[in-house]
Structure formats: C-alpha cells, structure tokens
C-alpha cells in the first residue's frame, strides 16, 4: 500500500474545501495510507517586497523539511512544474512504487507558491494546469487526481 503524505501551507476553512477533501480521504483509504499535514502560512503585510516574500517562502521550506518522512520522494506543485495527462499520473505513481523510497511527499505551497530551494529538492515538479488556481483548491483536485489514479493503476471504471 502506498504511504502519500501531503503537506500543504495554509488552513483550509472553507466547508466545501473540507468536505470535498474529506470525501476523497476517504476513497483513498482502499488505496494508501494517507497523512495529511497542514501548515501555517507565514504572515506578511498587505503589499510585501519581494524579499519579504522570499524570507516567508524560506521559512515555510524550513517547516515543510521539518515534517518530511525520512527516505521520501517529494513531488512539488508549481506553476513551473511539467503538466501531465492523469493516464501518465498514474503511471508516475507506479513508478514511484517500484523505487526505493518508503515515502511519496506532495508539496502544496501557500498563496506565494514554494520556496525555489524546496522545489530543487524535488524528484518531480508537478503543474495542475497553466490557469491560476486558490492554492486550497489545488489541494481537492491533487486528492481528485490521486484518487483517478489510482482507479485507473487497477483498471476500474471511473476513468472514462
């Protein structure tokens, strides 16, 4: 069973946000063991500098390496990041189980994206589309995606 841990920046709050993730944890239980860690996004003044931006950014990597399992494989989303059909999703996930890593990371960053220096650590750079998305909102469509994968790794259905 896959071991997935998801660590984003930022709280959701939203109840269609929570429920819509609940809903998917719960159809990922059949196919992995799920962690799920939530941090906070650092605080900054209504119009920052760059270097205000990037000070944050760093200090949100340093938390994320914080709560990495050890021998883990991160995967980045970002704007930056290669996009991917969610037939070769689930191809990558196969992959990724016949590594040597114990862990599969998924990194969300907050509303300023992820730190450059974290995003050089990953072993993938992941983009869910060249729109602009709510950083919460990439969160259910990353446990959407995960999920189809998975249904499509088994040769079920629910990929049409």
């Known amino acids: 069973m896959l071991n997935v841990t998801l660590i984003c920046v ?3 709050k939203e109840r269609f946000y929570l429920d819509a993730c609940a809903e998917y944890q719960k159809r990922l239980s059949a196919y992995c063991k799920l962690n799920l860690v939530e941090l906070p996004e650092e605080r900054l003044p209504q119009s920052p500098t760059q270097g205000q931006i990037d000070q944050a950014l ?13 021998s883990s494989s991160l995967v980045a989303l970002c704007v930056e990041g290669k996009e991917r059909s ?15 890593a114990k862990h599969l990371v998924f990194l969300i960053g907050g509303s300023y994206g992820l730190h450059p220096s974290i995003k050089g650590e990953a ?7 060249p729109m602009t998305f ?9 446990l959407e995606q995960l999920y189809r994968a998975c249904k499509i790794n088994e040769g079920s259905s629910y990929h049409k």
């Open 10 to 12: 930022g709280k959701l």
């Open 58 to 70: 760093a200090r949100e990597a340093q938390a994320i390496r914080a709560k990495l399992p050890p």
């Open 86 to 100: 969610s037939e070769h999703f689930a191809r990558l996930l196969l992959d990724w189980e016949q590594s040597a």
């Open 123 to 129: 072993w993938v750079r992941l983009s869910m589309s």
């Open 134 to 142: 709510p950083h919460h909102l990439a969160r259910v469509m990353l």
